[in-house]
């Protein structure tokens, strides 16, 4: 007997399927647009089409400064992000019908930021599922959800498909 995959499972692999289009070696983000049981429409983080990407103009960097947590005790840490790429929420969002959008549901490879957290808010969708967690804007991105009535679930057992992710570097 073979198992079969959970509808969680099958369409957050095909979220790491588009994550693997990512040219970007500081992160691979994939997401797909689901209605019903049906796949509407899948993305992953790039420049825009026609403009040399990361892999052929390098990542285009900004340092930033955040809070972490380290052993338990909150720490100012320095990071870098690149921000070459439109995120893989966003363009779902740029390459998916309004209508399809309504009452649909979000799978993504990981926590959306605090930018595509507000403009997932203001989709239509009314679900979004992740997997690996993105502690920097999780708080506001669970606040943001609960106030607009948008189910979030993390798949925290979740074990992406061999071969979809790739060592990068943070
Ligand atoms: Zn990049
Ligand atoms: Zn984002």
Partial sequence: MTTRKDWDTYFLDMAYMASTRSRCSRRHVGAVLVQGKKLLGAAYNGAPMGVPD????????????????????????????????????????????????????VYVTDQPCWTCANMLANSGIIEIVYHRPYPKDSDKFKTLMQQKGITFRRLETYEPPVGTVSEVQN
């Fill in 54 to 105: 990361c892999s052929e103009a390098g990542c285009m960097l900004v340092e930033e400064y955040e809070l972490a947590d380290q052993d338990g005790a909150e720490q100012v840490v320095k990071k870098q992000r690149c921000i070459r790429t439109i995120h893989a929420e966003q363009n779902l969002l740029l390459f998916t019908d309004p209508k399809d959008r309504e009452r649909s549901v």
